[in-house]
Nanobody, 137 residues
Framework: QVQLVESGGGSVQAGGSLRLSCAAS????????MGWFRQAPGKEREWVAS?????????????GMTNSVKGRFTISRDNAKNTLYLQMNSLTPDDTAMYYC?????????????????????????WGQGTQVTVSS
């Protein structure tokens, strides 16, 4: 079983920054793929960014993010700390949403890594409770 706990959300003005964290526990195999999604009121859940890290040789990392956050957000993970991060800069009101951390095994294959980095929702089988981000103009 995988548990995901998000933190770091809050209220900021446009142009500000926040760093979200997701503390993970449980099966390492089940969280090769980790990512961030968001959902604004009245809107569907949206993939933000994700990252795949292999846990057996050959070791590699593959990440991706949606176009609207490229150049502003950075996804990273510290496997020693079992923590996923999302550094968010140059925030705009359009970034206002509940942000969710998610994880999945991605089948442990390179094809799974591709699906992970592309934000395929079926890759993610474990979800956190979310952390609210509010950006005011």
């Amino acid at each position: 079983q995988v548990q995901l706990v998000e933190s770091g959300g809050g209220s900021v003005q446009a142009g500000g920054s926040l760093r979200l964290s997701c503390a993970a526990s449980g099966s390492t195999d089940s969280r090769r793929c980790m990512g961030w999604f968001r959902q604004a009121p009245g809107k569907e859940r949206e993939w933000v960014a994700s990252i795949y890290t292999s846990i057996y040789p050959p070791y590699y990392t593959k990440s991706g993010m949606t176009n609207s956050v490229k150049g502003r957000f950075t996804i990273s993970r510290d496997n020693a700390k079992n923590t996923l991060y999302l550094q968010m800069n140059s925030l705009t009101p359009d970034d206002t949403a509940m942000y969710y951390c998610a994880a999945g095994s991605a089948s442990g294959t390179q094809l799974g890594a591709l699906y992970c980095s592309g934000g395929s929702s079926s890759t993610f089988t474990h979800w956190g409770q979310g952390t609210q981000v509010t950006v005011s103009s």
